[in-house]
């Protein structure tokens, strides 16, 4: 743990009103968790609105605490950024999720159809800041489509504005790096930053995730419409694959389907689940 790491989880502990042992302890037994592979990957379904295919999964991380239960990141990742646990717990995950859908793609389709099942699918990974610094990352991402077998061009990479602020040429460089070995990369919460422009601009992103709260601001008023739809027209125009992000009614697909979104995550279609749960549903015909 390096001086700049204490000092971040001491600011943690201030900010929480937590004692700094707290941090420290969180810490030490979020590195205990990772080692007894506690920390697992739930999958959310990504699916093309005109179809209602599955086309894709985001991989989102879960810790099973012995004691505690299932842990959203939220209880986590806080301590995971401030003690740098999050470079191998994110190397865990990418990991893990590549090895499971290259598995879905080669599973063959259920009961004998004609249908690809889940041949093309794709899957999202979401890389913080901290991984994107490290300077192995693009040895990291390359390691991970080698031993699940993975194509490239199977995998997305989600980045957040946070993730990307104060960062310079040696992330734009690795970018371009990951970029030319056909890894597709997503800016994620797109339009809850301060510089969506300017990260549009810098990172030029194949993807971009309309925040969930776009979705839900749907149908509030005439001036939130046009925000959201404001954002899609600027991924589309652009030429971004646009993904609506947290679609939780028949009519806020409804709505951004007409708006021009043809992909789309949300409890609509499925919570994350487990690879198990949705395996099933995913390599049917
Ligand atoms: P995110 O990348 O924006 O992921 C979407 C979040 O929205 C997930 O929360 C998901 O469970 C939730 N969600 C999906 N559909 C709906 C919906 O219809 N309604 C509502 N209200 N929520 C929905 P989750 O799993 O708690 O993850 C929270 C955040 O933690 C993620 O936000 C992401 O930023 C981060 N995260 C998760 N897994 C990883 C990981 O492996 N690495 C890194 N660096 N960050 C991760
Ligand atoms: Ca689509
Ligand atoms: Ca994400
Ligand atoms: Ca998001």
Known sequence: TSVAELLELRRLDAAAGLGSRHVLDESHALRAGIDAQELVVHYQPV?????????????????????RGLLAPAAFLPVAEASG?????????????????ALWRDTPPTGGGAGGGARDLHVAVNL?????GEPDVVDVITDALLVSGLPAQALTLELTETSLAGTGAQVDAALAAIRARGVRLALDDFGT???????????QPDVVKIDRCFVAALGRSERDDLLTSSLIGLGLQLGCGVVAEGVETPEQARMLADLGVTTAQGYLFSPPRTAQALGARLVAP
């Open 193 to 203: 930053g301060y510089a969506s422009y300017a990260y549009l601009q810098r990172f």
């Open 85 to 101: 646990l999050i470079v191998p717990l994110g190397r865990q995950v990418l990991t893990l999720a590549c090895t499971q859908v």
């Open 47 to 67: 699916v093309d609105l005109p179809t209602g295919r599955w086309e894709g999964v985001e991989a989102l991380v879960r810790w099973e605490h012995p004691q």
């Open 128 to 132: 913080s800041g901290r991984q994107l």
